[in-house]
């Protein structure tokens, strides 16, 4: 697993972009500015970026509270605490910051910009894309209810596994107890060390489960795949609610029985090469405890070569089966040879599924 890190960081842009801004609420002058930064796991490389988040936006949820305290205190009080740390130009606060990674150098912004106040400590909760009402991804309470303060968790929703809601959701550990001169994270979640530019880093993780598929030829002879579609039955989780404040992110997953799900991932002539082509959409799930079972049909174009004719035919797999893991990047691997097609899905570890089909 390759870990892609983006550290890219352009404080005069930042400063830039704070100075058309109105001057944020408290004291006229601050030691630090509050800046962010992004690593990114990447396991499933759906970002359109497989090595940073360039030209995307993720969203904060930021708490500032007084240094005589800790971020555990705070979820025992009464009424529970809400985001205070980020506003908008009217001064109203809000929940969610949108920060943004500039699609050419990726350095990463947002205004007006909040500094860092000497006697109060922060925790900060991010995920990826944006929660925003009306959307697949929204803002919730740990228990899934309308967030009204308090922990911050992240839900995703997609009763139908309609297409256009799929999207990539990923998550960072959270940053608590952090104050400028000592924001590097602990494993418990305090934190130590030296922090002189008042910058902190979330290290994002894939959260949901995703479908690709990808075509490879062992033959000098031409291939074209013209498509590749999925059935897919079995899937159940319609609904999962991701903590921010959890370490470990557990997801708790909401079910119901679905139809099958019925999708074209590719469509139009791909030339196959040696080394494989990744067709470049994916189909992202909420994660399943139970294996969900994928049907595979492909329809391809053997060009004429040697002894053989043009041809055209479908072949289908039937009744592969995987649980489509937690931040698992699971591939079904089409590899066409001189007289038939072989199938295997990766996921993880590889897990082979075999099928010959000849040419005529």
Request: neutral net charge.
């Amino acid at each position: 697993m390759k870990r892609l890190i983006l550290l890219a960081f352009c404080a005069s842009l930042l400063w830039t972009g704070c100075s058309k801004s109105p001057a944020p609420k408290g004291p006229e002058q601050f030691d630090r500015y509050i800046f962010f930064s992004q690593q990114v796991e990447s396991k499933a490389s759906l970002i359109n970026s497989a090595t940073d988040m360039k030209g995307k936006s993720f969203g904060v949820v930021g708490f500032s509270y007084p240094a005589s305290t800790t971020w555990g205190d705070l979820l025992g009080t009464t009424p529970l605490p809400t985001p205070n740390v980020f506003y908008d130009e009217n001064g109203a606060l809000v929940n969610v910051e949108t920060v943004s990674c500039d699609a050419t150098t990726g350095a990463v912004s947002y205004a007006p910009l909040q500094g860092w106040y000497g006697t109060q400590k922060y925790a900060f909760f991010a995920c990826y894309p944006v929660p925003a009402a009306g959307t697949a991804v929204s803002l919730v309470s740990t228990t899934g209810q309308a967030y009204t303060g308090g922990a911050p968790a992240i839900q995703y929703s997609n009763p139908s596994h309609e297409k256009a809601l799929m999207v990539d959701v990923m998550t960072a550990p959270a940053i608590r107890n952090a104050y400028w001169k000592s924001a590097t994270l602990n494993s418990d979640g305090t934190t130590a060390g030296n922090n002189p530019n008042g910058e902190l880093t979330f290290a994002f993780t894939h959260s949901l489960s995703s479908l690709g598929v990808k075509v490879k030829k062992s033959t000098t002879g031409g291939i074209l795949v013209n498509s590749v579609s999925l059935a897919i039955s079995g899937l159940k989780n319609q609904a999962v609610t991701i903590p921010l404040n959890d370490a470990a992110r557990t997801l708790t997953a909401a079910t119901t029985t679905s139809a099958t799900c019925a999708l074209t991932i590719a469509n139009g002539e791909k030339t196959i090469t040696e080394a494989g082509v990744e067709i470049a959409d994916k189909l992202i799930f909420i994660p399943q405890t139970d294996n969900a079972t994928i049907t595979v049909t492909i329809n391809y174009t053997r060009q004429a070569n040697g002894g053989y004719a043009e041809f055209t035919d479908t072949m289908t797999l039937s009744a592969v089966q995987t649980a489509l893991q937690q931040g698992k990047k699971h591939l079904i691997n089409l590899n066409f040879t001189e007289s038939n097609v072989t199938v295997n899905v990766t996921t993880g570890e590889w897990t082979s599924y075999s099928v010959e089909h000849g040419f005529n």
